[in-house]
Structures are given as structure tokens and as C-alpha cells.
């Protein structure tokens, strides 16, 4: 399925296309049921930051880890300046 991502929707199998459509439903009805049940024990305004505030950094990571992308030096502060915005939110 990873090879058709990268040649494009139009030359994607109609069998690659379903399972990668089914990945990203399942995923999102999986990041739903455990942000809710997240919910129910800390309330939103501790929960926000630590949920999205890290989700920039955390693609950066896996783009390096299995696109091989590069981390540059203004990437690098920007995902600093980001986990430390998250922290001071929770403080």
C-alpha cells in the first residue's frame, strides 16, 4: 500500500485505496474512543495541551524515523517552541 501512496490516488489500486481508506476510518474511531475516555478522568484544559500541542512534533519524529526525512535547525526549534508552549499551558 505504501508504494501506491507515493504514486499518486490516480495510478493507487482500487484494493490499496480501500485499505488505506479503512486505516485512517479505524485509526480516527480508535483516537476518538481513547480521547474520550481521556475525558472522562482529566479535564479538557490539562488535556489540550499535551494531546495537540505535541502532534506537530511527534509527525516530525516519524517523518525522521520512517520517511528519513531531515531535521533542519529551524524545525528543530520550532518543535522546541512547541513543547515548551504545551508546558507552559500545564503550568
Known amino acids: 500500500v505504501s508504494t501506491d501512496i507515493r504514486k499518486g490516488f490516480r495510478e493507487m489500486s482500487w484494493e490499496?485505496?480501500?485499505?488505506f481508506s479503512a486505516s485512517g476510518i479505524i485509526s480516527m474511531?480508535?483516537?476518538q474512543f481513547?480521547?474520550?475516555e481521556a475525558l472522562k478522568d482529566k479535564e479538557v484544559t490539562r488535556l489540550f495541551?499535551?494531546?495537540f500541542?505535541?502532534?506537530p512534533v511527534i509527525t516530525m519524529i516519524l517523518g525522521c524515523l520512517i520517511l528519513g526525512e531531515?531535521?533542519?535547525i529551524l524545525s528543530g526549534v520550532g518543535g522546541a517552541?512547541?513543547?515548551a508552549g504545551?508546558?507552559?499551558m500545564l503550568i
Open 16 to 19: 490499496s485505496f480501500g485499505i
Open 29 to 31: 474511531i480508535i483516537a
Open 34 to 36: 481513547f480521547y474520550y
Open 49 to 51: 495541551p499535551v494531546l
Open 53 to 55: 500541542g505535541g502532534t
Open 70 to 72: 531531515k531535521v533542519t
Open 81 to 83: 517552541l512547541i513543547i
Open 86 to 88: 504545551s508546558i507552559m
